[in-house]
Each structure stands twice: as C-alpha cells, then as structure tokens.
C-alpha cells in the first residue's frame, strides 16, 4: 500500500452550465487556477452521460452513452497529473425517470444540465499517474521523491 498525507486546502465551489461537458469543466478549472492535488463531489443532472467501464481481464475501456435526461445521484472524482498536467478521474451514478440507474467512469461527452461542484485542494506535492503494469491503468504513486513506499 503507498500512503501520502496531504494537508485540507481551499475548498472551492462551482456551477457548471448547461451545455458543458464535466471532465472538460473540472480540468479547466483546475489547470486555469494550478490546481494539481484535489477530491471533489458533484450533483445535478445532465443532457446525455457519456461512460466508461473498465474490463479488468482485457484491461481495456468499454465506452457507452445514455442519450436522454439523467439525475447525478452521486459524483465523486479526484484531480492528480497524468503527463504533467492536471487530470480528472471522475465516476458518477445517474438515475432515470423511471427510478433505474446507471453508472461509470465519465468520458469526455457527458453533457451538463445543470452540476453543482465541491472542490477540496489538496497540499502537498501532488500525485503523479505512471502505468501500472498489474492493471493497465495509470495509478498514483504516492511514495514522496527519495522516500521508500510506506
């Protein structure tokens, strides 16, 4: 297990428009204020939701879309560097009006209605995505520069 402990910065709180797309949003937001640690929730409800699902034997994602109105019943996500720029990795549940839900990693495509944001800064040097070679994933790695993993 790596473990890193970070100390509770700025909580920032935002209102995404109608017609936004959620990743594209958060990530400008965080790139535009240097913004590079974070955990976030959200909720509202959007136009069309655009998934992931991550097969875990292939180790590839399979994308998805439901093109119709949704509630967020729950958004959660974190903000890390990935490439050295500021990357969000955000899951959602999303509810219909028939009271069925659906759920997943967000892509690029999922269209707000109307998402309120909270956005807690994290201090302390970032966490940094590289390959996981056990998964095919690009994970933290929070072990701090010349420190053994804790």
């Known amino acids: 297990m790596n473990t890193y402990d970070f100390q509770p910065g700025p909580i920032h709180v935002l209102r995404l428009e109608a017609g936004m797309d959620v990743v594209d949003a958060i990530t400008g ?50 903000v890390s560097i990935l490439d050295g720029a500021p990357f969000v990795h955000t899951h959602a549940a999303f509810g219909d009006a028939a009271g069925n839900a659906f759920g997943g990693h967000l892509n690029r495509g999922c269209v707000v209605f109307s998402i309120e944001v909270s956005l807690q800064e994290l201090i302390g040097d970032p966490p940094v995505r590289h390959p996981d070679p056990a998964t095919g994933l690009n994970l933290w790695c929070l072990t701090p520069p010349g420190e053994p993993a804790r």
């Open 29 to 78: 937001y965080a790139t535009a204020r240097g913004i590079d640690a974070a955990w976030f929730s959200y909720l509202g409800a959007v136009s069309r939701a655009s998934l992931r699902y991550y097969d875990q034997v292939g180790h590839a994602y399979r994308d998805f879309a439901i093109d119709r109105h949704l509630e967020v019943l729950s958004g959660v996500g974190n």
